[in-house]
């Protein structure tokens, strides 16, 4: 009798010391092949809009991309847009206008991106001041875009007010300033009345604060 409750206890005492042990299991460990796998990266941003971003701004938008100018370069149209009027999309397939604070044309050439036009309170090239813009400073502008296979892209500045028009009559140098690609001078001027001739850029203006930047 002793024997046998002895072998009893001894089973007991085994499988209550099995219960703890199980229960006292570490956690699943990490295989090695697991440890070294990367972190999933998240999705790489598009060049196009890393270039954007650096000249604008996160809220810069690009409206227009590709060979722009018909100079076989690659260039980008990027805005920034009235708050208000943040809506709608421009371009060859919808030319209709949209309001913008800031507007800067970038090309890129041999690896790298350069300015080619800006429009924030003055319209300028890397050379100056567009000849006929206007000497005050604009807090905004309505830009059109009229594709041209041949001559390349035509830009379309009016000065606006809060996202509006601002009459002609109220300001007489509010008319609209035609700016497309010279092939002859390789750079953005505005053009004359006749729509045929280049104006050339001025390095001030009249208005005493305005810097060229």
């Known amino acids: 009798m002793k024997t046998r409750k002895s072998r009893m206890v001894t089973a007991l005492v085994v499988g209550v010391v099995a219960f703890l042990m199980v229960g006292?299991?570490?956690?699943?460990?990490?295989?090695?092949?697991?440890?070294?796998?990367?972190p999933v990266a998240p999705a790489a941003v598009p060049e196009s809009q890393q270039v954007a971003?650096?000249?604008?701004?996160?809220?810069?938008?690009?409206?227009?991309?590709?060979?722009?100018?018909?100079?076989?370069?690659?260039?980008?149209?990027?805005v920034n847009r009235f708050e208000k009027a943040a809506s709608g999309t421009v371009g060859p397939e919808?030319?209709?206008?949209?309001?913008?604070?800031?507007?800067?044309?970038?090309?890129?050439?041999?690896g790298k991106w350069a300015e080619e036009l800006r429009c924030d309170e003055h319209l300028?090239?890397?050379r100056g001041y567009l000849?006929?813009?206007?000497?005050?400073?604009?807090?905004?502008?309505?830009?059109?875009?009229?594709?041209?296979?041949?001559?390349?892209?035509?830009?379309?500045?009016?000065?606006?007010?809060?996202?509006?028009?601002?009459?002609?009559?109220?300001?007489?140098?509010?008319?609209?300033?035609?700016?497309r690609?010279?092939?002859?001078?390789?750079?953005?001027?505005?053009?004359?009345?006749?729509h045929k001739g280049y104006l050339g850029e001025v390095t001030a203006l009249e208005t005493p604060q305005s810097i060229l930047r």
């Open 124 to 126: 300028k090239n890397p």
């Open 24 to 38: 006292c299991k570490p956690a699943q460990q990490t295989t090695p092949a697991e440890a070294s796998a990367p």
């Open 181 to 194: 690609w010279n092939r002859r001078a390789k750079r953005y001027q505005s053009l004359d009345q006749s």
């Open 53 to 78: 971003e650096a000249v604008l701004g996160k809220q810069a938008e690009i409206v227009a991309h590709g060979d722009l100018a018909r100079n076989g370069s690659e260039q980008l149209l990027v």
């Open 94 to 110: 919808n030319p209709s206008p949209i309001f913008v604070t800031r507007a800067v044309i970038v090309q890129k050439g041999d």
């Open 131 to 179: 000849g006929g813009s206007p000497a005050f400073r604009v807090t905004g502008w309505r830009l059109e875009l009229k594709p041209d296979t041949d001559q390349g892209l035509e830009l379309r500045f009016t000065p606006t007010q809060d996202g509006e028009d601002r009459s002609p009559d109220t300001v007489e140098t509010g008319r609209t300033i035609a700016v």
